[in-house]
């Protein structure tokens, strides 16, 4: 599995952005998606995840009501929309599919095995 991240960039506070998560191979649609994000000097924490028919989701409790997590299992694909953006949200942000097929469990770090290269997300005050 293969995974390309992109939308990244720098917003004002307040300010949206949507990430999107292109991804290669044939069992996308059996897996579970998350994005996760790393500041300087922090570890890497679980953002949001979706489970791999899109019934089920898991915000990190600073994003909920700020983030939607979404995917289209037709082109593969998983997206992230981000409004009311606050300087704490500066982070890169990174894609991940989990290695096990049909598993949700949330805010299941350990599953996570196949990884974008990180998109940086920067949100000025």
């Known amino acids: 599995v293969q995974l390309q991240a992109s939308g990244g960039g720098l917003v004002q506070a307040g300010g949206s952005l949507r990430l999107s998560c292109a991804a290669s191979?044939?069992?996308?649609?059996?897996?579970?998606m998350g994005w996760f994000r790393q500041a300087p000097g922090k570890e890497r924490e679980i953002v949001s995840a979706i489970s791999w028919c899109g019934s089920r989701t898991y915000y990190l409790d600073s994003v909920k009501g700020r983030f939607t997590i979404s995917r289209d299992n037709a082109r593969n694909t998983v997206y992230l929309q981000m409004n009311s953006l606050k300087p704490e949200d500066t982070a890169v942000y990174y894609c991940?599919?989990?290695?096990?097929?049909?598993?949700?469990?949330?805010?299941?770090?350990?599953?996570?095995?196949?990884w974008g290269q990180g998109t940086q997300v920067t949100v000025s005050s």
């Open positions: 191979g044939r069992t996308f649609s059996s897996q579970t």
């Open positions: 991940a599919a989990d290695r096990r097929s049909r598993v949700f469990i949330p805010g299941d770090k350990s599953g996570f095995g196949y």
